[in-house]
């Protein structure tokens, strides 16, 4: 295995365990949500905005699109940082599904 190979996989696995546990604390928050293909989450908002959570292999990132903008997440440590302004994914998402929901998610 060769080490772009490497690093592919180890991004593959650390994003699908991200997924994994966002889709868990979106069941467990009783939110809407479909997962349409393989790494992709949309969760639908009662304001009757989405959320499409991706995973993007190529820039590996993890990609949020909301109605108020999109953001690029790179892996840092043990999470995912915001390429732009360094927050934190799992903050990120809080935030904007309490503002487009009304829900308050805990990741």
Known sequence: MTTSESGEAEFNQAATATLTHIEQALEDADLDFETPADGIIEVELDDGSKIIINRHGVAREIWVAARSGGFHFKPQGSGWIDTK???????????????HGGVMVRF
């Open 85 to 99: 302004s360094g927050e934190p994914l799992y903050d990120k998402l809080a935030a904007l599904i309490a503002a």
